[in-house]
């Protein structure tokens, strides 16, 4: 795209192009809570928060890149699937990202590691005795320090919040995004008498 705008250096495809970057400002504005205004005072909240903020983003995407009209020359039909193929495979990744947060660890791998450390650490003195002596205890205690720390810094960045996300509330969100996405398709499509 960048090609075709540098060859055809026509003051209506920056006009375009800067309208389409004013609608990307305008949204991010939007989703931060503040409406577009001059001046350094506070920002007036724009309305209430969308509940799943990557979803609002690609609808608005979209409605931006459906809206460009068509002009031979400028901006045509290639362009446009071509914009719209970006933007389905963004909504793609962001779905990929989500049910990558959204699945926990296995509780049974964080259970065999919790009694592989506290095997290996009730066995280390006996190990240890013959070379430290009277360091053992300390060694000893050093060591299970570090590797329990190390096993909860694990248990922390698999469940920041600590709560077990279940089935449940990933399918009702599913179910409430599809329903929003499909609505907001059906609200753009145009009524047939």
């Known amino acids: 795209m960048q090609e075709h705008v540098r060859a055809k250096e026509s003051n209506n495809i920056k006009q375009r192009l800067n309208w389409l970057l004013e609608e990307m400002h305008q949204a991010r504005l939007e989703l931060s809570g503040r409406s577009k205004s001059s001046g350094s ?13 990557p979803l609002h983003i690609i609808s608005r995407l979209l409605n931006v890149v459906n809206s460009i009209p068509d002009c031979e020359g400028t901006f045509t039909n290639r362009e446009r699937v071509w914009l719209l193929s ?17 699945t926990p ?7 065999h ?15 240890l005795v013959s070379s ?13 320090w570090a590797l329990f720390g190390i096993l909860e810094i694990g248990n922390l960045i698999e469940d920041p919040f600590r709560r077990s996300i279940e089935l449940t509330p990933i399918c009702e969100a599913i179910y ?9 398709e059906a609200s753009s499509l145009p009524r047939q008498p």
């Open 41 to 53: 005072g506070p920002k007036a909240p724009r309305g209430p928060r969308p509940p799943n903020r």
């Open 86 to 102: 970006m933007v389905t495979a963004l909504s793609h990744t962001v779905g990929r990202c989500e049910r990558l947060v959204q």
């Open 105 to 111: 660890v296995p509780l049974s791998y964080a259970r």
């Open 113 to 127: 590691t919790a009694r592989f450390v506290s095997v290996w650490t009730l066995t280390l003195p006996f190990a």
């Open 132 to 144: 430290y002596r009277w360091l053992t205890g300390p060694c000893v205690a050093f060591v299970t």
């Open 176 to 184: 409430h995004d599809a329903g929003r996405a499909l609505s907001a």
